[in-house]
């Protein structure tokens, strides 16, 4: 019998695969042997995790000539954690799901994409998406092309 907070199955050979598993979550099993109406102790744990998911809905919004800011949904799992890259630069990380890029150059346009850490696995990359920031005018000229 194996066992993951209850007994979840009974293999007939020496594998089992678990196929009701959510991404980016840390897993325990323990084994017991049974034969006829003879059953072992418990076995010691088995510690595995799955890998994150990559965050989805990623979109960015410019606030500014300096600031963007990256929102993206949640991935599920054991609190994940989100690292924003810039122009494939990792450039901040937040627990969150938006997170404001700052100092940034006017009228320049940007490449951002998330990555997805939980129990030390990442996710793959999210898919890219690209803003410009805000255009700077002064006494109403374009400064910066």
Known sequence: MLWKWGQVGTPASNSYTDTSLTSGTQYSYTVRAVSGSEQSGLSGAANGATVPAAPLGVSATANSTSQVTVSW?????????????????????????????????????????????????????????????????????????
């Not at 599920?76 to 989100?82: F, R």
């Not at 009228?107 to 898919?127: C, E, I, Q």
């Not at 998406?129 to 700077?136: E, F, G, L, R, W």
């Open 73 to 145: 949904n949640a991935v599920s799992g054991d609190s994940p954690t989100y690292t924003i890259f810039v122009n494939n630069v990792a450039t901040e990380t937040t627990s969150g799901t938006s997170q404001a890029i700052t100092l940034l150059t006017s009228y320049t346009s940007y490449s951002f994409k998330v990555r997805a850490t939980a129990n030390t696995l990442n996710s793959d990359n999210s898919s890219t998406v690209n803003k410009a920031t805000q255009v700077s005018y002064t006494n109403n000229v374009l400064t910066t092309c």
